[in-house]
């Protein structure tokens, strides 16, 4: 099985992360990156893909790599020229976090604004590993993504096309 289909598979699972954790500087929710980890760690592992992110050249990676294949997606973030330890610490785990909701496109619940608003889609959105699964995969794959799936105009009109729906 493909690194895309394997992610695919663990954003199928995974759903909305929810924002645990409050800055009480700027009066704002955000999900911790221990929080995060933990939610997805069972699903890479349910899948057999390796999380890593390590820092390489002033940027922070993150790397997800099927342990059946070698074949692996990754992302970078390059780190802001800080003296600080603690302020260089706090950028690694704020780009980390981002990193991986990122590369998974995993969509983050907002309690507080989603009781606000009212009716929130909060299907997760397609990304761009998905769609690559989705055009190589069957017509009930593309319909079953449609419908579970929130779907950007672009990559619905590629599915719709490709699988003449």
């Known amino acids: 099985m493909s690194i895309n289909q394997k992610l695919f598979d663990v954003q199928q699972e995974i759903g909305a992360i929810s924002k645990d954790s ?3 500087f700027y009066n704002s929710k955000y999900f911790d990156i221990n929080s995060l980890i933990a939610q997805v760690l069972p699903l890479l592992k ?4 390796l999380l890593t992110q390590p820092i390489k050249n002033n940027k922070v990676l993150t790397i997800l790599t099927c342990v059946e294949t070698s074949e692996f997606v990754d992302g970078d973030i390059e780190l802001p020229e800080l003296k600080d330890p603690q302020k260089l610490g706090s950028a690694i785990t704020y780009f980390r976090r981002y990193g991986l909701a990122s590369i998974l496109a995993l969509q983050a619940q907002d309690d507080d604004a989603n009781s606000t608003v009212g009716n929130v889609d909060s299907r997760p ?3 761009q590993a998905g769609l690559d699964y989705i055009l190589k995969g069957s017509v009930s794959d593309a319909q079953k993504a449609l419908s579970e799936r929130r779907v950007s105009k672009e990559f619905k009109s590629l599915i719709k096309k490709k699988h003449n729906i």
């Open 22 to 24: 409050t800055n009480p």
């Open 46 to 49: 349910k899948n057999k893909v």
């Open 125 to 127: 959105v397609l990304s």
